[in-house]
């Protein structure tokens, strides 16, 4: 399957291109909840959730004290906007 351009919003994406996207992106997914992807880099790690309206990605243990930060992305926004916040980190 054929990504559409980077600047298109992630809701005219396809749950499949979705899942390749993020597959392509290191992320693995949750065999037990589908809706639910892991992604470790070097200096943290994620928790994402294909959630009804947004993508919820949960970057664990990452705050100054040791909680996690939760941040929200709506998918009205394109998916390198989405990209570019994600995985640049918490």
């Given amino acids: 399957m054929t990504l559409p351009a980077p600047d298109t919003p992630l809701y005219n994406h396809s749950l499949p291109i979705l899942e390749q996207w993020l597959s392509a992106l290191g992320c693995q997914q949750d ?6 992807w892991t992604v470790t880099k070097p200096n943290w790690k994620a928790q994402l ?15 100054a004290d040791g909680s996690d930060i939760t941040r929200a ?4 926004l394109s998916r390198e906007d989405v990209e570019a916040a994600v995985f640049s980190g918490p």
């Fill in 73 to 76: 992305f709506k998918y009205s």
């Fill in 31 to 36: 065999q037990q909840n589908l809706n639910c």
């Fill in 49 to 63: 959730s294909l959630d009804v309206e947004e993508i919820i990605v949960c970057y664990l243990k990452a705050g």
